[in-house]
């Protein structure tokens, strides 16, 4: 056990000194799986950065309703959409305070000019503040943003526009997800004249439920409570992210109370877990898949016999067991079952070695061949152990003579392979921020998201291309879903990406922290949590 907590958190442990009982009711430490990249989750696409600051710090212009997954005012209190559906309004909702931080005390509330400086900074490359960290913004590229928006204009204080260069059936959902934050053009402002542009996405301000206080880099986060928060303050008034990257970990500190809630418990766990009389586990379908992607611009994996070969080779039915314990299921296609644009007429082949070894044979690849497999450190929330469903992956190659090296790398070294294209195959994947399944398939596998570095098997088809588009371009949902099943068989018959499993989304917690709700898209969320006695 850490017994330095003790020194370190005196709030939240009340015995340390005898007191600030009433503090320590209103704390709470989440066991965290790894750091953030960035305070600014326009910037990446790890889901240890989404949950760090998404709901934390930020809110949205909309949100999704988690009962029955429609749009919602946030930030944003009406909108409309034009006959044409190239021009959307937005009324923002008035009296919304931005934090005050030890960096920052804004002189005035949100405005549009909020809005028009964070959407701007994304899609205009003359713009100051689009170079400032690295000038790229993975979710916004991969799904073409740059290309979709002309404008984004303020027709007064608390009214924005967004001009579109072609109609976006999916505009509205990604408007609702996690990485559509908005930040305070004052503070970015008063930081460029500063000459520090880069601590806008260093240390936050936005008008999230709470506010940054310290970040002891790969060790803890803290914040507390935002008390002019426009939804009301939080019940909570400390949070703290305690980064402990190994499951077992962070399942041992649950148990003895270092923790009040846990991330990402392993599957084997789950027993343990449920038996406990002082731990409950939450459970939530989510829009997921877990994917083997093989880089189809590099030999052998360019030949499509060797995809089809691999493909038949593997036991998604093994994984699911070994690494899910069965929470989850296998996936037949990228969308899950839950998805309404899902293909049910899609069924993934079952496994058949000589089958596999015949399409090598035919590949001239009898004798197999050496590949690398990249794998994510850590887990995620579509892959628990991205490690151990490698080595099941490099086992069942090993019966066709194919040998696997298993390279772990972390997100960020890994983001930055994939953008340079020399990789072999990855296991990847992708947790949906909207119940668009454009949200998924785009980011996965367009033609942009090559350049982004979610592409990892840097497939770019044409007709795939227009089946997306031809779906954002045509509202009616029953067109759309044809325009996506459509892009999945294109996918199924190419096999640039081998769907591995769907999996269940999960967090253990103590029984006396309330208030918590799995979300089905996106981050975790504490601005509604608190602590019974």
């Given at each position: ?143 073409g943003w740059p290309e979709l928006i002309r404008e984004v204009r303020a027709l007064d204080s608390l009214e924005v526009e967004f001009i579109l260069r072609r109609p976006d059936a999916s505009f509205i959902a990604n ?359």
């Amino acid at each position: 056990m850490r017994f330095w907590l003790c020194c370190l958190f005196p709030l939240l442990l009340a015995g340390c000194d005898g007191g600030n009982r009433q503090l320590a009711k209103e704390s709470l430490l989440y066991c965290a799986e790894g750091p953030p990249l960035t305070f600014n989750p326009q910037l990446v696409t790890s889901t240890q950065t989404l949950d760090a600051t998404a709901r934390q710090l930020y809110d949205r212009l909309l949100d999704i309703d988690p009962n029955n997954l429609q749009p919602v005012p946030a930030l944003a209190l009406a909108w409309s959409r034009s006959e044409d559906g190239l021009r959307y309004r937005f009324r923002l909702r008035p009296g919304v305070s931005f934090h005050h931080t030890a960096w920052f005390t804004p002189g005035r509330q949100l405005t549009a000019e909020d809005v028009v400086f964070t959407f701007r900074r994304l899609v205009d490359p003359h713009h100051p503040y689009h170079p400032v960290s690295g000038g790229r913004y993975p979710f916004f590229d991969s799904i073409g943003w740059p290309e979709l928006i002309r404008e984004v204009r303020a027709l007064d204080s608390l009214e924005v526009e967004f001009i579109l260069r072609r109609p976006d059936a999916s505009f509205i959902a990604n408007l609702a997800s996690d990485y559509a934050v908005i930040l305070s053009a004052e503070y970015a402002e008063g930081l460029l004249a500063a000459g520090t542009p880069q601590l806008l996405d260093q240390q936050p301000v936005g008008t999230g439920p709470f506010r940054l206080s310290h970040y002891r880099t790969d060790d803890f986060i803290r914040y507390y409570r935002h008390p002019d928060y426009w939804r009301g303050p939080a019940r909570l008034g400390q949070l703290i992210f305690d980064i402990t990257p190994k499951s077992s970990k962070r399942l041992a500190k649950l148990l003895t109370g270092e923790c009040d809630v846990m991330a990402h418990p392993g599957a084997s766990q789950m027993s343990v877990i449920r038996r406990h009389p002082e731990l409950a586990l939450d459970q939530a379908t989510g829009m997921n898949v877990s994917a083997l992607a093989l880089n189809t611009q590099k030999p052998p994996f360019s030949d499509l016999r060797v995809r089809k070969a691999l493909s038949l080779a593997l036991s998604r039915t093994d994984i699911l067991h070994a690494v899910y314990f069965d929470i989850g299921s296998v996936a037949e296609s990228l969308l899950p079952p839950v998805s309404w644009g899902h293909h049910p007429n899609l069924l993934m082949p079952l496994p058949d070695l000589e089958r596999a070894r015949w399409l090598l044979e035919q590949a001239g690849l009898e004798h197999g061949f050496e590949m690398t497999l990249l794998v994510p450190a850590g887990s995620r929330s579509f892959n628990p152990d991205g490690l151990k469903t490698g080595q099941l992956i490099q086992r069942r190659l090993g019966e066709l003579g194919i040998r696997v090296r298993l390279q772990s790398l972390e997100e960020q070294i890994l983001r930055r392979t994939l953008r340079e294209g020399a990789h072999d195959a990855v296991l990847t994947g992708w947790s949906a921020d909207s119940p668009d399944p454009d949200n998924l398939l785009r980011n996965l596998l367009s033609c942009q998201a090559i350049a982004a570095g979610t592409n990892a098997s840097r497939w770019c088809h044409p007709l795939f291309e227009h089946e997306l588009d031809a779906a954002l371009a045509d509202p009616g949902l029953a067109s759309r879903i044809g325009h996506y099943q459509l892009a999945q068989e294109l996918v199924y018959q190419d096999m640039p990406l081998i769907p591995l499993t769907h999996s269940l989304k999960q967090q253990a917690h103590r029984r006396q922290v309330k208030g918590l709700r799995l979300q089905p898209y996106g981050g975790v969320a504490f601005h509604q949590a608190y602590k019974e006695e």
